[in-house]
């Protein structure tokens, strides 16, 4: 048995991962503000006696009084709708002084520490697919920037406490996702395509939606996740963690409305700014190294996540 800390502990992605760990014979400290995150994402397992919750900012210091084995640092807004808006500063702190806090943490404990970056440090690409080699294409002044950048400091921070402090780090960079648990209001392309055809309301795209995105379902990040915090010491990453079937979003749209059915209409808006046009990953690292690749299909995929917003959606 291991003791692990999983920041974001009760977000969408954090709580999947603390089930799994959980079953896995684990015991878990779960640490989240609750900010996006809801007590009842990991109401299955709160119960157990190997899962201790504790509400905390990882902005701030965080103080743990038994021996650390490993720590998974998820916490942060992960949808645009928190991250563009007021609570951008709050986002960029979580990402620089979170990181730092975290990484202290595991210098402390001597635990080895998973970083969960994301696709959008590349920005808008200029190579297709995106490999990890590539520096990316980001706007550090744009309504995004907060979440961009804040991630790509992030990295920063965790290679500089690996080189010169000798502390033992994982990067993966998560590709979009999708699955049960995710907020309804969260903004994200398929919960809002979801939900909005399951209430009957117009299905909004945002451009013309021939913008391309690449879904990787829980289930499978959540196993790519875990093997590279089990990988070979000395492979830090970063390493692509996503599904590399593109499509565009009005074909994501259709397939939506084709599984739900009703009346709902397509609606254009305007493109937010700096929306990244394509996303695709290469997932050659994660084959070659962790063994790894998507088993679940977007159809069934989105068959279990429809299943769950009907139960929630009233």
Not at 214 to 231: A, G, K, N, Q, T
Not at 248 to 273: C, Y
């Amino acid at each position: 048995m291991k003791t692990i800390v999983v920041t974001g502990g009760t977000g969408f992605l954090g709580s999947n991962l603390c089930v799994h760990l959980i079953n896995e014979g684990n015991r878990i400290i779960c640490v989240d503000n609750n900010y996006t995150g809801n007590l009842d994402n990991v109401a299955k397992v709160a119960n157990n006696p190997n899962f201790h919750f504790i509400l905390h900012d990882i902005i701030n210091p965080l103080k743990i009084g038994e021996h650390i084995d490993q720590i998974y640092n998820l916490a942060c807004p992960g949808s645009p709708s928190a991250y563009q808006g007021k609570h951008s500063i709050t986002t960029i702190k979580t990402c620089i002084i979170g990181s730092l806090n975290m990484l202290e943490l595991a210098e402390k404990h001597g635990a080895r520490i998973l970083q969960a970056s994301t696709s959008e440090i590349y920005g808008e690409p200029l190579e297709r697919p995106q490999k990890e080699i590539h520096c990316g294409n980001v706007n550090p002044i744009g309504i995004r920037a907060c979440y961009d950048e804040g991630k790509r400091c992030a990295e920063s921070l965790f290679f500089d406490y690996h080189r010169h402090e000798g502390v033992d780090i994982k990067i993966v960079r998560i590709f979009n996702t999708y699955g049960p648990k995710m907020n309804p209001n969260d903004g994200r392309v398929v919960s809002n395509f979801i939900v909005q055809a399951l209430k009957g309301e117009n299905i909004t795209i945002y451009g013309n939606g021939s913008q391309t995105r690449s879904f990787c379902y829980v289930d499978d990040l959540i196993d790519v996740i875990v093997r590279m915090m089990h990988s070979e010491v000395g492979f830090t990453g970063p390493v692509n963690a996503g599904n590399p079937e593109e499509l565009t979003i009005r074909e994501l749209a259709d397939t939506v409305l084709a599984k739900i059915g009703g009346k709902s209409k397509m609606v254009k808006m305007p493109l937010p700014a700096d929306d990244p046009t394509q996303r695709r990953p290469d997932i050659t690292l994660a084959k070659t190294k962790l063994g790894w690749a998507p088993k679940i299909t977007l159809d069934e995929g989105l068959d279990r996540t429809i299943a769950f917003f009907k139960k929630v959606i009233k």
